[in-house]
């Protein structure tokens, strides 16, 4: 889609057609519930689903801050990544101080037999668990970083957006980013250290 196409989509959408909502929504909820997704290791399809929509419900009232100094979905982007951020502090203070209900890994029939699950060629349990793991330290280490160090990362890694576009979206020089990214890396390996470890990492100064 041409910035032109995208500029003249959004006119549309501030002018209440809805049909060019229709239109947005058709081509930026799926990126965004890809971008949504790989942000938290326990994000199920039904959490992914509720803060897309209210990714979108922000992106209705607040479409006219957007200045169309960066392409929509970088815009976007950062709406998604500050709605899963409260989405992920809101569960885990509910779970604060909530039991946790067994669950049994052996599934049986009414009779008693065991059911047992057919070969397959896919990873085993394993495996899986441990990159899962993986996936749980290395982004519990992201959100370990301070701003404005975990918004270029998760915008460059996660929504794999170029330096183009996150220098248009923070409005910094691309130098700037490439130099400020290599920092927040260097700064994120010391946490990602420190989480593997079992170890408590350094806060991350605010103005870092």
Request: include cysteine.
């Amino acid at each position: 889609m041409s910035r032109e196409t995208e500029s003249e989509l959004i006119a549309r959408c501030r002018q209440g057609q809805p049909a060019a909502w229709d239109e947005l929504f058709d081509r930026f909820y799926p990126a965004t519930g890809r971008f949504v997704f790989q942000l938290g290791h326990d994000f199920s399809r039904e959490d992914t689903e509720e803060i897309c929509q209210e990714v979108f419900l922000s992106v209705i009232q607040n479409l006219g801050s957007f200045r169309g100094q960066s392409q929509f979905q970088t815009w976007l982007f950062r709406i998604a990544a500050n709605q899963a951020r409260d989405f992920y502090q809101r569960r885990q203070a509910a779970k604060r101080g909530g039991g946790q209900v067994p669950v049994s890994l052996q599934a049986e029939t009414p009779e008693g037999v065991m059911l047992v699950d057919p070969p397959s060629a896919a990873p085993g349990p394993d495996l899986v668990l441990l990159a899962r793991e993986r996936l749980e330290l290395v982004q519990a280490a992201v959100r370990e970083l301070g701003d404005p160090c975990r918004e270029i990362v998760e915008l460059r890694y996660f929504g794999e957006l170029s330096y183009e576009e996150i220098s248009a979206a923070l409005e910094l020089n691309p130098k700037t980013v490439s130099s400020r990214l290599s920092k927040c890396l260097d700064r994120l390996e010391q946490i990602a250290r420190a989480i593997f470890s079992g170890a408590k990492p350094t806060p991350t100064p605010s103005n870092h």
